[in-house]
């Protein structure tokens, strides 16, 4: 594996302030919402934003746990809003968007549901509003709860995506408040309950080419039919570190290899993220 990755080797961020990306920013700020874009420090933020595209972030902006990848803040959430999910259903609607990916920090402090009953109504709110734009969840675990999934579910998402961020053997490293087979398991169960289902992983956090191999196939095994593969890049220096930077060639491998385990999308590269060309995936996955 060694000779395969190149430590000297970081990909290139395109930073471009276009006509796209000020009415993005225009629209989320004017209704005041939240974008994983922004408070993850996405590298596509301009690439996404100038093509009409951004990932909302309901729930508000402080997550209850702490993952060592992740530049979002950490700490006890104030956010109570009921009014976001048709906040965002408006925002969704005044960028005229056919596709929209909607995430959120995790809230295990609502402790009824974990904020599950504002995910449906968000779903339920865009379909409402804005019929002819799909519906793309990247959603917490909910503590594996079936119950609270299922009211996700419910709400009918063209997409539901969650990601198990990385191979088994790091995960409690990288995820310490997270349970990489619980994980499986919220994809198992959206693949069963009959749902398009995608997942993703980083690279460059100290696994082995044959463990992503493995992650892939179990992932499809349980019926993920979208996988997204990207570099880890570290927010601070107070995040993990960069263990290597994957060349190109690798995340070619990675794509084709994905191909022949049968999945029907296989986003890999560099700066692949969970969202990125999101709408085109939605073109080609949903029938």
């Known amino acids: 594996m060694s000779e395969l990755v190149s430590k000297e080797y970081k990909p290139k961020v395109r930073l471009q302030i276009g006509e796209g990306y000020r009415f993005v920013n225009g ?44 530049a979002v803040k950490t700490g006890k959430p ?44 968000t779903i339920r709110e865009i379909h409402k509003y804005v019929p002819d734009c799909t519906v793309e969840v990247l959603t917490p675990d909910f503590r594996g709860d079936k119950s609270l999934l299922k009211k996700v579910f419910n709400a009918k998402p063209e997409i539901f995506s969650h990601n ?39 690279v460059g956090l100290g696994e082995t080419f044959d463990e992503v191999i493995k992650t892939m196939e179990e992932v499809h095994d349980v019926g993920v039919s979208i996988f997204t593969i990207g570099q880890y890049l570290q927010p601070t220096k107070d995040h993990l570190k960069v263990k290597s930077y994957i060349t190109e060639d690798i995340f070619d491998q990675y794509k084709n290899i994905g191909i022949e385990i049968g999945f029907d999308i296989v986003e890999s590269g560099p700066l692949v993220r969970s969202s990125y060309h999101a709408d085109e995936q939605a073109r080609l996955a949903i029938k």
């Not at 310490?176 to 619980?182: C, G, H, L, N, V």
Request: one cysteine or more; hydrophobic letters at 35%; proline letters at 2%.
């Open 164 to 202: 198990v961020e990385c191979v088994e053997r790091i995960s409690k490293v990288v995820r310490t408040q997270a349970d990489w087979k619980r994980s499986l398991n919220v994809l198992r169960y959206s693949s069963d309950h009959g749902l398009l289902t995608k997942t993703g992983i980083m």
């Open 78 to 121: 104030t956010w109570n809003d009921p009014l976001e999910p048709f906040r965002t259903a408006m925002a969704v609607k005044k960028m005229k968007l056919k596709h929209v990916v909607i995430t959120s920090v995790d809230r295990d402090d609502i402790k009824n549901d974990f904020g599950a009953s504002i995910w449906e109504k």
């Open 27 to 70: 629209v989320v700020n004017n209704y005041k919402l939240n974008t994983v874009c922004e408070e993850a420090n996405c590298p596509n933020i301009y690439e996404c934003w100038n093509r009409g595209t951004a990932t909302i972030m309901i729930l508000g902006d402080v997550c209850t746990r702490a993952c060592g990848f992740c």
